[in-house]
């Protein structure tokens, strides 16, 4: 045996009861409790020593800043003859591997439950919602369209690419400079 290292010796439980019968422990809503929480505080041990929550969220936000160029990049490669060689391998070997047929009958079994939650994100990119800057009542529209207050009648989103926004499409090129601005001076009577 090295030096620094202890023997152990496994005791058996005895229960006097019984006359010497060893038995399990039975664990309580308590002993379940405490090991949870002892995995919990483990758990979070390990994430400040490794900082894995760090690495993760760093991760997640520089992929979906450079999804969209990510997206291009695959796109561009997938347009050339080596990309739709490899497209077609891939697609080859995930339907002959059985791969294919795996995921259609896990979606059939996942999909049911899944698809309102998926619906349910996916509407909620298309909508707009706030609160009136003017009078404070609550609005709600579509992103792709310009949203009027219903109580004072203010528009509260206008959608970028709109003809009156500034980069819009039905905006001429050769006016490019500043929009028109016409000073009005109130009076109070």
């Known amino acids: 045996m090295a030096q620094g290292q202890r023997r152990v010796r496994a005791v058996p439980l005895r229960c006097p009861k019984d006359g010497g019968v060893a038995r399990p422990a039975v664990l309580g809503v308590a002993g379940l409790s405490s090991i949870a929480q002892s995995a919990a505080d483990r758990a979070r041990e390990i994430d400040r020593e490794f900082e894995i929550g760090r690495r993760w969220r760093s991760l997640s936000l520089d992929f979906s800043r450079n999804a969209p160029r990510y997206r291009k990049q ?27 047929f795996r995921v259609f009958i896990f979606a059939t079994w996942v999909l049911p439950f899944a698809a309102p939650l998926l619906i349910g994100t996916i509407a909620n990119n298309f909508v707009i919602e706030g609160e009136c800057p003017a009078c404070r009542k609550r609005f709600v529209g579509y992103r792709n369209q310009a949203v009027r207050c219903s109580s004072c009648g203010n528009i509260v989103w206008q959608p970028k690419g709109d003809f009156f926004s500034k980069g819009g499409k039905g905006r001429n090129s050769s006016t490019s400079s500043q929009p028109d601005v016409i000073d009005v001076e109130f009076e109070e009577k």
Do not use: C, E, Q
């Not at 990309?83 to 080859?92: D, E, W």
């Open 74 to 100: 695959l796109s561009d490669f997938l347009d050339t003859p080596l990309g739709r060689s490899v497209a077609t391998i891939f697609f080859l070997w995930f339907a002959l591997s059985g791969w294919l």
